[in-house]
């Protein structure tokens, strides 16, 4: 089934709390819109030093993704009333059903068309966990045939198209048929949907459908939604000419001086326009956002990959967040949502799930959810995971790092990037041949100290920041000149001389200016 959550009602604002001895909570991300989710610190005693409380997890933390920074009710409700009406019920949605599949995959035998990665085994494996993720559809059937050219009109030949059709049809069970091609014009679905008898998908919708079960935010919905236009577009095409076809010239809705075809594509691209500001209106918040961050200087870090690679898992077990729902399903993670967690000194930094990555996925729906991926940009580290237990794990890799480079993220950002090979415990003695590649398990927990050890390294390169201990008088300004300055870590008072040692994680700048004010203070170098 296809449940369609409803709209969620921005929270109420939020007031960060201050909160001495142990990193700061990231809260004004919260404000700005953006879910952080902030792991239980009960479940971590003893990170907070020796002798000093640990203190509860901050208040009010929404989970997932919201809207918030709004300051006009009104004006919400009338955004809020433009949004249900975009995002109504589409006439391409497949429908809750269940459906019985056979998945018909079209190999390309010869020619300059042949893939050269992939082979016509895996690309129906993958044709049928597209199929798995949906909740009551199920393959009974995977058919392979033949094909010279996938991308023609009639993408069999004549003498396959015709056994395939004896076969199809002596299939009574199956209510379906996935042609595992990126897509075919509507003309071509509905004449074979006439000679098979059962409802024809190609990849696009079945993606399309999959992301319309799994988006839950706003943004996700109306990009959804916006990547159907040009399929409305298509079939509108379609249809008209078939009408004209039957009726002879086109016909004109009375008095308006408009064709059926005008009308329609007016109101599509009315529709456009108003998805298109509506988006737009969310990307305003979120740059917002993006300063807020980077004024409070919480390092930011994209957690990225291939679909069912184990993201979601991997941040999961980085945080020890609780409510984050890893899913053997394909785009089981559709919205960036970030989360908080703490890198070894306790430096408190956000990691940011993102949307999977998928072999020839349509590209429509690759350009709507780009400008979503725009924000890794952003981010201070991409960390790349790889399934390794895959069989085309390097097929993925590459396909990631393609992506990637089309997103024209700061070059930095790719030669920092940190490889991580997950699912090791399925395979025995796993060894990386990938230099700088880390062998980690998500599910298990191995292997993520030396992680957090590396991203940390990172984090500290690409910030510019330092990690110093300073000796402070307890008398003088300098405490609480680091306390504003200044992430401080941890505070060790020498009661005998009114002293403390004080751990910090500082910026260029801020140390800049520690070093002129405070010239007498000690400083310890790690
Ligand atoms: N054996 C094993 N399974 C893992 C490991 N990490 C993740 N998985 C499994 O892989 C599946 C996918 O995990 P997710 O964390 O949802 O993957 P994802 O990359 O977030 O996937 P999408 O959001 O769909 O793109 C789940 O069934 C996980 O339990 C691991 O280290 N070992
Ligand atoms: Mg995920």
New binding site residues.
Partial sequence: GCPLPSLRRPAPRLRPRVNHGRPRAPSGLSEAGIAVTWPSIAARAGRGGPGRPVRPCPRGFRRGRGDGGRTRPEEEEEDEAELEELLGPSPLAVGPGAQRVAVVHPAVKWGPKKPQLTRAELQIAEAVALIDTLQNWTVLEKIIIPTKNPDKKFIFGKGNFQALTEKIKKLPHVTAVFLNVERISSLTKKELEDAWGVKVFDRYTVVLHIFRCNARTKEAKLQIALAEIPLLRSNLKNDVSRLDQQRGGSRYIMGSGETFMETQNRILKEKELKIRNALEKLRRKRSLLRTQRRKREFPIISVM??????????I?ALTGEAGLQ????????LDITAHAGYLPSHMAVIYV?T??FLTDLPHNLVESFSATLEEVAYSDLIVH?R?I?HPETILQKATVLSVLKNLNLPSYLLDSMVEVH?????IERYKPTEENALA?????GHGLEELKEEIEKKILTATGKKILTVNINLEGPQLSWLYKEATVQEVEVMPEDGTARVKVIIGNSAFGRYRNLFPNSKIFMP
């Fill in positions: 990959g291939y679909t069912n690679c184990g993201k979601t898992t991997l999961k890893p899913r053997d399903q394909l785009f089981a993670t799930d949307i999977g995971v399934d237990t997950n699912k090791v415990d399925l980690i398990s998500a599910l298990h």
